[in-house]
């Protein structure tokens, strides 16, 4: 088994008292004349007033640029120490067993625009550079690499699986041959019963794969239907579903079907559930800075914990979120736990001090959990004109199969399927169009 990760594009730099870079310590040798010429052209492009157009980065990662400049002399560590992006959080590569490390050494190697190819404990420095870069004196890195990494990769695939967990821009360096049982990792979100290729959380999903194949007991897999039944294991805790598609292009593709699981446990009443999948997702953004996890799981946890009767600790939640910056939305989940807590009179202040803004744009899919939660707001404090105006809206949605529960704040949706309900404070109940049943 081969496994192609990309690099991430976040780094940690090493300490000061790191080796320094030695090119022909690196795995793949061969690749030391290519490594050479690029990292040359790179120092030199690094060193030019308009290096950062160049490497296409805004002015934001300026001192990252100057560090390229000093690479030679750089102090280095294992690359799955300074590859710290969220699919390197995800897979922990650093927090191995020796069983799977020594798996992870035989198995798993990092495409990078400016090493070609990398193993986990290769000792490299923090640099930035994308495959996607046309170099001046190189040209697009993509190019770049392709010969170089057919001679090195290309008798290691014969007949090997090889589970492709790389991007298009790294893609595009090199493709297994036609013997290779080639396997493209894809993820997917299904919201309502409609899949839909996803970004946010498809680096942190082939993370999560990548440490499942390097931890689990028994055999690796050797093809691509072992490869799915392997992946099937997440089923239930990481994932919703797997598919292994039909060959294309000379590959297959495996989806993964994820949804926010955190939302989808409070949807279902799954309280205690609900909390502790939110309180895993902070978790990680603790460890990697994923600045999409606590937009949702600050939401369904404070919910979470204002509905099982821990206010205090809802309100903790509310005051950690807010401290990071999340002002506006963190003023409106305090207000929300404190209608879920029947604090009417904490409520009815925070009205008249502005901290809750009604909903004023027109209602859509996106927006209408922020609508329902003006209706429990409005019930709590009897506020016929915030109540009101949600109706039509809402009851539209409802006939058209939506469900919807009070977990989240201004358009971060926990609207569900129609098989998903829970009752909200305001006594709206959801039902199953087809059953007429509470659910």
């Given at each position: ?12 730099p ?11 310590g ?33 002015a ?30 995800a ?14 050494a ?6 990078s ?23 001046p ?94 992946a ?26 994820v ?18 999948l ?5 978790a ?17 946890l ?46 009815e ?38 109540v ?23 358009g ?28």
């Amino acid at each position: 088994m081969l496994v192609l990760l990309p690099p991430s594009e976040g780094k940690t730099p090493p300490r000061a008292r790191g080796p320094l870079l030695d090119l022909d310590g690196l795995a793949a040798p061969g690749l030391t004349p290519v490594r050479e010429k690029i990292l040359d052209a790179l120092i030199h492009v690094s060193a030019q007033p308009d290096a950062m157009q160049v490497l296409g980065v805004g002015a934001s990662l300026a001192d990252d640029v100057a560090r390229n400049t000093a690479l030679r002399t750089a102090p280095t560590a294992p690359a799955k120490k300074v590859y710290s992006g969220v699919l390197y959080a995800a897979a922990g590569l650093d927090r191995l067993t020796p069983t799977a490390r020594a798996r992870a050494a035989d198995s798993i190697r990092i495409v990078s625009g400016l090493w070609g190819l990398v193993a986990p404990d290769d000792p490299i420095p923090a640099y930035r550079l994308s495959m996607g870069t046309d170099l001046p004196g190189i040209g697009p890195l993509a190019g770049a690499w392709r010969g170089a990494l057919g001679v090195e990769l290309s008798d290691r695939a014969e007949g090997e699986l090889v589970v492709d967990c790389r991007s298009a821009t790294y893609l595009a360096a090199w493709h297994p041959p036609a013997s290779a049982d080639w396997v493209a990792v894809r993820v997917l979100r299904e919201l309502d019963g409609t899949r839909s290729v996803v970004s946010h959380n498809a680096k942190h999903t082939r993370g999560v794969l990548t440490r499942h194949l390097l931890t689990r007991r028994g055999r690796a897999p050797h093809d691509a239907a072992s490869l799915a039944r392997v992946a099937q294991e997440l089923v239930g805790s990481e994932l919703l579903a797997v598919e292994l598609g039909r060959p294309a292009r000379g590959a297959r593709t495996l989806s993964l079907v994820v949804a926010w699981q955190s939302t989808v446990a409070a949807s279902q009443a799954r309280l205690a559930d609900a909390e502790r999948l939110a309180e895993r997702a902070l978790a990680f953004h603790r460890r990697s800075g994923y600045a999409f996890s606590p937009l949702l799981a600050c939401p369904v946890l404070g919910c979470s914990l204002a509905m099982r009767g821990d206010v205090a600790g809802a309100h903790r939640v509310v005051a950690d979120w807010r401290e990071a910056g999340t002002t506006r939305q963190a003023d409106q989940l305090d207000v929300l736990v404190a209608t879920l807590a029947g604090d009417r009179e904490g409520v009815e202040a925070a009205i008249a001090e502005g901290r809750w803004r009604p909903v004023t744009r027109a209602p859509d899919l996106g927006r209408a959990a922020a609508w329902l939660n003006q209706v429990e707001v409005g019930a709590l404090v009897e506020r016929p004109d915030l109540v009101l105006p949600a109706r039509a809206p809402l009851a539209d949605l409802y006939a058209r199969g939506v469900r919807m529960v009070p977990t989240s704040v201004y358009g971060m949706s926990t609207t569900v399927s129609s098989s998903v309900g829970a009752r909200s404070r305001s006594g709206w109940t959801s039902r199953s169009p087809s059953s007429g049943e509470p659910r």
